[in-house]
């Protein structure tokens, strides 16, 4: 069984980074996962199998509410592929790339900790503190990347950061000209 750790923040995304950590399971396999509410307030995880970001319980798996911690644990009953996860309540922050690989034969990239022809009930990509391991999340990460055919972006702990800056930066601009406008707008009401 496969046991991964996501501690949730509401601003700060799983374990820390937007998007989270590249989950690695291979099908058949039983993940257990150790969810922890860092902000205290209530979150839900949930793997996106129909790929809509909608938590639909019934397709999509689904833990209870948590905000403190919780143990969840399910079958990757799923088809080799990359899935999506996300809090059900923080969408926008807390999500991250789920990737099943192929139940026999399957091979890891060199430098992860895992033997080669690695199949069902083995460890899922979970090494050092929250998910973590140095050498094996750089070595997953450029394993993904050179997969193009197989994820559909690259994978990078920091790639939406500076965009999700950016679009802060241009809400706090807008904000800001807006009640200049309207501040402006009734000093001429005012006046005439």
Do not use: E
């Not at 503190?129 to 994978?155: D, E």
């Not at 809400?171 to 009734?186: E, G, H, K, P, S």
């Amino acid at each position: 069984m496969g046991q991964v750790t996501l501690v949730g923040d509401s601003v700060m995304g799983w374990n820390g980074s937007i998007p989270g950590p590249t989950i690695y399971s291979v099908q058949g396999q039983t993940i257990s996962l150790n969810l922890i509410s860092n902000d205290t307030f209530d979150h839900q995880f949930f793997l996106d199998i129909n790929h809509d970001r909608v938590p639909s319980c019934l397709i999509d798996k689904c833990s209870a509410y948590f905000d403190t911690t919780l143990q969840y644990t399910f079958s990757v009953d799923l088809s080799p592929g990359t899935y999506n996860y996300y809090c059900a309540l923080y969408r926008d922050t807390m999500h991250g790339r789920f990737v099943v690989l192929g139940p026999n034969g399957t091979s890891y990239p060199s430098g992860t900790g895992y033997s080669s022809g690695y199949s069902n009930g083995g460890t899922s990509y979970n090494s050092g503190s929250y998910g973590r391991g140095s050498a094996g999340y750089s070595a997953l990460t450029s394993w993904a990347n050179s997969m193009s055919a197989f994820l559909s972006g690259p994978v990078s702990p920091k790639s939406t950061g500076f965009i999700n800056i950016l679009v802060v930066g241009f809400l706090v601009i807008f904000a800001a000209f807006t009640i200049v406008a309207i501040a402006a707008y009734r000093v001429r009401r005012r006046n005439f």
